[in-house]
Nanobody, 118 residues
Framework: QVRLVESGGGLVQAGGSLRLSCAAS????????MGWYRQVPGKERELVAT???????QYTDSVKGRFTISRDNAKNTVYLQMNSLKPEDTAVYYC????????????WGQGTQVTVSS
């Protein structure tokens, strides 16, 4: 059984920083991509950032220059460093990963709330 567990969300003032972590555990042979999505009520879940197994990163335009995604392959963990936070960054953030266990599948974390006050 593979699990993704996020941590690091919370309440922060505009201009502040937060660091999200997501650790994968269970019967894992390898992890392909890892990424972060976010969702606000009434809207579709949107991609924030991804990082491939080789370290290649991609970001949605609204977070470029403010957010940094990274991963520690030894710990099966992905991070999202969020700086210069804005109220519009408020959302539930979800971790996502493509993991080879018994078979290759797409896994999601339970989500962590990020609230940015103005």
């Amino acid at each position: 059984q593979v699990r993704l567990v996020e941590s690091g969300g919370g309440l922060v003032q505009a201009g502040g920083s937060l660091r999200l972590s997501c650790a994968a555990s269970g019967r894992i042979f390898s992890i392909n991509f890892m990424g972060w999505y976010r969702q606000v009520p009434g809207k579709e879940r949107e991609l924030v950032a991804t990082i491939g197994s080789g370290g290649r990163t991609q970001y949605t335009d609204s977070v470029k220059g403010r957010f940094t995604i990274s991963r520690d392959n030894a710990k099966n963990t992905v991070y999202l460093q969020m700086n210069s936070l804005k109220p519009e960054d408020t959302a539930v953030y979800y971790c996502n990963a493509g993991i080879l266990s018994s078979y290759l599948d797409d896994y999601w974390g339970q989500g962590t709330q990020v609230t940015v006050s103005s």
